[in-house]
């Protein structure tokens, strides 16, 4: 498995401002992926973040709210643009490895709260 | 379109008693199915997963899960439960071939000393 680490932890911030979260990963991978969970709620993916091209967003994200960047194959950046109190939430990334099948591993999260 | 359900949000059991969370899924072929753990304030944790094969599968800390394709099911069990299993824990069904998750809404373990 992968380890990933996320900076910031958690941040307070007000709305209309933009934060950019970090996901770093200790060896390279292909497939990295941005997460929402929102209070007492699931997961829901944003998009997936392709190096070296555009990620894909998943339906209701958008690219002008969620910039994705992702430069190269151990490092992603997420950034909540123009934020309300709706995207306090808790951010996620997640890289897709393992031999011969697909599953995630997570970073620990940063919890955002947007006043 | 797929679907996950987990059925039960609140679960409480006490120390050393036998827990099972359900897990119900829709998907029209054979899915890859995934157990995750997260405890308060962390990431998420990979159980343990399933692609194909024996349908009873192992994973971390005492976990297993079995999967039964009649039932649409992925029941994850653990015959004696640790005050540290309180958590929440998530299924999850992936489309066969990708990287595409859906989650389900969570499960909430509290563990009774």
């Known amino acids: 498995s992968a380890v990933i680490s996320q900076k910031p932890s958690r941040d307070i911030c007000q709305r209309g401002t933009s934060l950019t979260i970090q996901c770093q990963v200790d060896?390279?991978?292909?497939?990295m992926f941005w997460y929402r969970q929102q209070p007492g709620q699931s997961l829901t993916l944003i998009a997936t973040a392709n190096q070296g091209s555009e990620a894909t967003y998943e339906s209701g994200f958008v690219i002008d709210k969620f910039p994705i960047s992702r430069p190269n194959l151990t490092f992603s950046t997420l950034t909540v643009s123009n934020m309300s109190p709706e995207d306090s939430s808790i951010y996620l990334c997640s890289v897709g490895t393992g031999t011969g099948g697909y599953e995630q591993y997570f970073g620990p999260g940063t919890r955002l709260t947007v006043t | 379109a797929q679907s996950v359900t987990q059925p039960d949000i609140h679960i409480t059991v006490s120390e050393g008693a036998s827990l099972e969370l359900r897990c119900n899924y829709s998907?029209?072929?054979?899915?890859?199915l995934f157990w995750y753990v997260q405890s308060p304030g962390q990431g998420l944790q990979l159980l343990l997963k399933y692609f194909s094969g024996d349908t009873l599968v192992q994973g971390i800390k005492g976990f297993e899960a079995e999967f039964k394709r009649s039932q649409s099911s992925f029941n994850l069990r653990k015959p004696s439960v640790h005050w540290s299993d309180a958590a929440e824990y998530f299924c999850a069904v992936g489309a066969s071939g990708t990287y595409k998750y859906i989650f389900g809404t969570g499960t909430r373990l509290k563990v009774l000393a």
């Open positions: 998907y029209g072929a054979t899915p890859y």
């Open positions: 060896s390279q991978v292909t497939m």
